[in-house]
């Protein structure tokens, strides 16, 4: 099945937080229009669901499956919309619109609220929204909800949501720990050791040789379209440019005379000092200490003896000592020399004693000696702008409409256009053609732009690289011309025929044993071609160990009951497995080291968390009361399936 719809709503808080995350996390994808009542085709502007006193719109839940389905091709390039659908994508996103709402209002009826400048903060941390200077830029933003067709009323109502999710949901989802009576069952059933056999029964022996003929491919084909469909491609025109390629003005001597003249006390001759020194509470045990310190105690051993313990600063000017002690500290501690005791002197903390431990003094510079630095400063100050002029310019006319040939003559950049390519920057027939890696941000937002020909803005490097693209077409999900994949057609169709015998087979050996023969004499009577009867087994802990995948017949085993046997069809019709658990062994809870059910409870408590904000959703829905429209949502279904005409 589909990884990346299972990772999106892997958790009970990540289902209901998803769908707002969506704005913040996903916001490199484009979104569409979801006010509920958008009618871009297909169904019209009926309620799938009314949540409490919301309604859901079936536009609006097309655009969000739409969007999830664009979020999970970044992870699986080839993923389909049928397959989405088929997968149950359409029915987790409508679940995740009527759980977000209903804990919503749920949150509101006990007194939850989000404040206009909450939303307005989160919306300034996005970093989508930010300019080419790195802060917040209206304008992109703006930008943003144009070339997506979003309102910014609907996108604010996302946020609250979200928000309102967050302060509900959150903290019960974070459950820190459970009791360890809680987690023994579980420690005993991870610690559960299973012993079973399996049997495979391979398809490829069974499979008949003839040629069945291009009538019976083409039906083959047409009832499994999707595994031999070559995904969306797209054909991408893009221009790039970055600071090189702006015109940045000279400095003058002029500017470089008005910067020396405002900044003169920059350039002047300065001095600054490196302290060692201590307060003390009163004058009298001040005096005392500076005495020992001019008789030859060094200072930390003089305030140690005190009870006190000395500092040293950081390389002060006059006016920045005084700031931390008092203008006439300052002015003593500047006319003594290096190596001088000062003080006591009294400040609002106390009695100061002090030691000048380094003078380090920075003569006057002229302009013709601080005209270097003052140069590139100013040099830097006017690239940055010109290339904020430049981006400016660029998106307004982007926002202008005018297209990607117009902007590139305009500013003379090369335009560069790709193959057809998937969004994995690879192009199905030119196996040597490869895209810059820095160039993946502008691929991944070429594959959210709602149709052709209008131009946008991709960074490619944080305020150094961009590139103005536009996609030239679009080539639909379809398989290839029949007669460029019949070879793969036919070598399926043969694997097909032979897994329906093998399927057969398995389920005799399954009602042999069954019927009480061991699984051994149910394979030796099937007859020739199947595997030899494998032990298999382990504990349950063990599964998935370091990250690796459980295989197929160990996840059936561990979910079996004792003494059962069982079939399992091993994926791309290669043949059948026949599994059969023997003996199931479980330790009693209570007998399981205090240390290992401790180290087991830790990871439990998120689940624990998750199960009661799970409680807490179905509670907030059945108190705001839920109504689903299913013959519509199965009618979309049909639409984005392509198995129903699309209605204008």
Known sequence: MITAIRAMFSSTIGKFLALAFVVLVGLAFALSDVTGNSTFGGIGGANVAEVGSEAIGVGELRDRARLTYDQARQQQP???MAA?????GLDQVLDQLVEGLAFEQFAREMGFGVSKRLVDGRIADVPAFAGVAGSFDQKVFENFLRQNGINEAQFRRDLRQQLLLEQLAAPIASMPRIAPGMARPYAALLLEQRRGQAAFIPSSPFAPTADPGDAALQTYLSQNKARFTVPERRVIQYAQFDRDAVPVPAVTEAEIAKVYKDNAAQFAASETRRFAQVIVPDQAAANALAAKVRGGTSLATAAQAAGLSASTTGDLTQSAYAATSSAAAAKAAFAAKRGDVVGPLQTGLGWIVARVEDVTAKPARDLAAATPEIRAELAKNKANEA?????????????????IEEVAADRKLQIVETPAILPSGRAPGQPGYTMAPELAPLVAQAFQAAGEGESHIATLVENEKFAVYAVKSIAEAAPPPFAQIRGDLLSEWRFAEGQKVARDKARAITKAVEGGKSLAAAVAAAGPNIGNVQ?????????????????????LLFSMAEGSVKTLEIPGNRGWMVISLGEVQRPDPKSIDPARVAAIAQPLAPAFGNELVGQLAAEAKRRVGVKINKKLVDQLRAELTGNAPVAE
């Open 84 to 88: 989405f659908v088929e997968s149950g």
């Open 535 to 555: 032990s298999i087994g382990g504990r349950r802990a063990e599964l998935g160990a370091n990250g690796q995948p459980v295989p197929p017949e160990l996840a």
């Open 78 to 80: 080839g993923l389909t």
């Open 387 to 403: 290339i904020v002029d430049y981006y400016n310019d660029l998106q307004d006319a982007v926002n202008g409409g005018a297209s």
